[in-house]
């Protein structure tokens, strides 16, 4: 154990920074739940692109560097110290790049991963229906095989970017007497195939964040499959496994959080300490965020050694999301009356972004796997409890 | 970068945890309770065979010349078993003291200390009581900027009880004329040294002591059964347990950087140590609060043996520096103007 950079790695975090210092927009995109927001954002994902920073562990014919997990988490650290927007594409990226590695064919990848990487081709998920959420099991949908093609029926929801992406992922029941996880199909549909109808629903903040997905009549051509029909269970428990694994929620965001966390408190301090629990959150905020760095940099360099990630993932989801979450409402505690004034609001100075940030921070908990659901599979998978 | 343990230190850790879960038992435990020093200078000598009480003593003295990195995987297995023997305090915290005062004394005591024949025990005023101050034959105490080296003679103890029956706890007075062997920044020195690496001590064993706890709180919820159905089946109570499993995973990684920083000297020790302390004692009180609840009215009994591991962690905590002092360090470094927060920092000081 040693725990201070190469100089390989030192040169690598040098050139992040520079490149990011060039290249990020001096002002914040807006949002990218807006139809203008989400094109400057796919704007930057080709700018990313030109720099081969989208996915700097992608292999480099896919327009990544190579890196390993830790270089991963360094030029994460980077990207958050600069200030640069948020990802448009990461459920592309993220969740579906690693599987179609995984589990694509060769003619899948060459077609999908370098649009994805540039951003031409904006991904969406489609997991959730109205009767199948933390029961993802229970998914209706379904997609018959007619000839070439698979004909999808049904409905979609809760699906984040759905609104203006292209395309959409997710599982969908081939084998209409089948029950469960079996004769699950996972399946790519681009998002402007006749017979789709998106509905945008407003989040909390009233913008379109996330969507419902009718599916009347829709024909996906087979070669849009990702696996083996029927096993679509195991390609998405993959997906699954990456999302609350490591790559979706990098420690700097969380580091970043708590530092202007606590920034806000020096800058509040003569009211913030009328409570004295603030500052006790203040400290653990902080204590707990270096926590989630120091133990994704343990995994990582487990990882980057040929070791495995266990149902230990599961901790991750949970620890980050309550995190962000305790981050978030401690900064509101600090505002007091300014928590809940709109930005833009003439007596809302200093109020920054935690408005935004707290909304969102209510959601962490319950994507991805609710924490419950988390606490179960630690439970069962980790400790070897009794599922019955 | 690497942080990850060698294959080397991986074995070490697994002989050591085979010998201490064979040896080191609930019976033996409540059966040390029974006697007058609560102490066994046989097994201590088994720990010295083993090289555990001379793992950080320097090699011209005898010991293996390892570092706090190479110990703290021992330390929490010491805390998976409860341990009642001084080793985490002779090995972790006493020996570097020692050779770090050098000369003479240095000379006369690593070397029984590695060999078995001595327990060389640190204690320090923030303590308020000395652990093992018994059966120690060199007890090294700081009181504020001095530090003795006290033998047999030198001092006379009154012994307080613990609620811990494994835990003996002593008064120390020193008798008079006796003269401190570090003063001033010396001793303020070493005392700082005895109380980082006191508290990385607590913190690895509590690690062990929670990860106990889950071990005991998952085959009791396994086997009681209740409405037709093991308890362990419930979400409530997998919810405890997963509660814990959570703070124990992310209080792993801060306890072993803080061995990494005291091993290598580095700058941010007192940061890196209070975290740990932090971390892993909250996981420990986490572990006990949910362990005895899944437990019921089992879990409040004398009988069951969870009380020993509850008892050590909740001592612990408070011991080294309790949860203030802790979070007063580092609130002192992010409340300060030179704090370098945020992304990319964890590893730059």
Known sequence: MHLEYTQKQQAFRAEARQWLAEHVPAQPLQTYDTEAGFARHREWEAVLHQGRWTMVTWPEELGGRGSDLVEWLIFEEEYYRAGAPKRVNMNGICLLGPTLMEYGTGEQKSRILPKMASGEEIWAQAWSEPGAGSDMAAIRTRADRRGDNYVINGQKIWSTRAVWADWCF??????????????????????????????????????PGFAEIFFDDVEVPVANRLGEEGAGWSVAMATAGFERGLMLRAPARFQETARRLVELYKANREAADGDPAIADAVIRAYLDAESYCLTTYQTACRLDRGGKIGAESSTNKIFWSELDQAMCATAMSILGARAELLPRAPAAAGVGTWLEDFLFAQSGPIYAGSNEIQRNIIAERMLGMPRK | MDFTFSDDQILFQDTVRDFLVNEITPERIRASWD????????????????????????????????????????????????????????????????????????????????????????????????????????????????????????????????????????????????????????????????????????????????????????????????????????????????????????????????????????????????????????????AAKNSIQVHGAMGYTWEVDLHIFMKKAWALANTWGDAGFHKQRVAGWIFSPQARLGAGETFSR
């Open chain 2, 35 to 286: 006697s007058e020093s609560g102490r066994d200078d046989g097994l201590w000598r088994q720990l010295a065979e083993l090289g555990l009480t001379g793992l950080a003593v320097p090699e011209e003295f005898g010991g293996l010349g390892m570092s706090e990195l190479d110990f703290v995987l021992l330390a929490q297995e010491c805390g998976y078993v409860a341990l009642p023997e001084p080793l985490v305090n002779s090995a972790l915290v006493a020996a570097p003291v020692l050779a770090a005062l050098g000369g003479e004394l240095a000379a006369q005591w690593l070397p029984r200390l590695a060999a078995g024949e001595a327990r060389v025990i640190a204690g320090m005023e923030r303590n308020l009581v000395v652990e093992d101050a018994h059966v120690a034959d060199l007890l090294l105490l700081a009181r504020g900027d001095a530090v003795y080296a006290l033998t047999q003679g030198q001092f006379s103890l009154e012994h307080n009880e613990s609620v811990d029956p494994s835990r003996r706890l002593f008064s120390v007075a020193i008798h008079d004329g006796i003269q401190p062997v570090a003063t001033g920044e010396a001793g303020a020195g070493l005392a700082a040294t005895m109380l980082d690496r006191g508290a990385l001590g607590a913190a690895a064993q509590a690690l062990g002591l929670a990860r106990r706890m889950i071990d005991i709180s998952v085959a009791y919820t396994a086997e009681r059964q209740q409405f037709g159905k093991p308890i362990g089946s419930f979400q409530a109570v997998k919810h405890h347990m997963a509660d814990i499993a959570v703070r124990l995973e992310y209080a792993k990684a801060p306890v072993y950087r803080a061995a990494c920083a005291v091993s290598a000297g580095r700058g941010d020790i007192a940061l890196a140590v209070s975290h740990a302390k932090l971390a892993a004692c909250e996981a420990a009180n986490l």
């Open chain 1, 170 to 207: 997710g599982m969908f029941r081939t084998d209409p007497d089948s029950e469960r996880h079996h004769g699950l199909t996972f399946i790519l549909v681009p998002l402007d195939s006749p017979g789709i109808t998106v509905r945008p629903i407003p989040q909390l903040d009233g913008l």
